[in-house]
């Protein structure tokens, strides 16, 4: 468990909570250590492999909105130990997780990697960038083949992670995976 995951979750509610149902005294022991919040092979490899994501943003009013993205594998780019982004393409235009993160710059993520039932949960400070004033990070956030045309560029500065446990996780395969399981057959 990264430790900046307890310090920026588990508050006096939560923490009132977990002693209500029995696991507070796990978690104390758990969160002893230093602060961890860089991504290492695990999360990495996690991150390039996935096509699809969830994203939590919070609006100036405090209320939340939950966003699914998607798209070619491995659009949600590594930047570096602590840095990932992806190119946004234009949408719905609704902008609600834009707005949210140019007034709040808070984001929570979670990627799921259905067939193996893991789960990562990522806390970000985050941030809308212009592509046309950022082209060197553009050009790495850029998906090759990717025929669309970028809006802008969402960059999240990792606060901390979580690997969370596989209970209540439903196996789901994409095509090429059913294909790739087909061929084993």
């Not at 961890?36 to 100036?60: H, K, P």
């Not at 966003?67 to 590594?78: C, I, S, T, W």
């Not at 039932?117 to 553009?138: G, N, T, V, Y």
Request: with cysteine; proline share 4%.
């Amino acid at each position: 468990m990264a430790q900046n995951f307890k310090h920026l979750t588990f508050t006096e509610s939560v923490k009132k909570a977990q002693k209500r149902y029995g696991s507070r005294d796990i978690y104390q022991r758990a969160g002893e250590g230093p602060d961890q919040y860089q991504l290492f092979q695990r999360e990495i490899s996690m991150i390039e492999a996935r096509d699809s994501f969830y994203m939590a943003t919070v609006g100036e009013n405090g209320w939340p909105y939950v966003q699914f993205r998607g798209g070619p594998k491995g659009f949600l780019k590594v930047i570096d130990q602590e840095t990932i982004g992806y190119a946004d393409f234009k949408g719905n235009m609704q902008y609600i997780s834009t707005g949210n993160i140019n007034a709040t710059k808070k984001a929570a993520l979670i990627l799921l990697d259905y067939p193996t039932k893991r789960r990562l949960k990522i806390w970000a400070e985050s941030e809308i960038l212009d592509p046309a004033k950022h082209p060197e990070l553009r050009d790495n956030l850029i998906v090759e083949g990717y025929d669309a045309v970028i809006e802008r560029l969402v960059v999240f500065y990792i606060k901390a992670f979580d690997w969370n446990c596989p209970q209540h996780i439903n196996p789901r395969y994409t095509m090429e995976e059913l294909e790739q399981l087909n061929q084993l057959s």
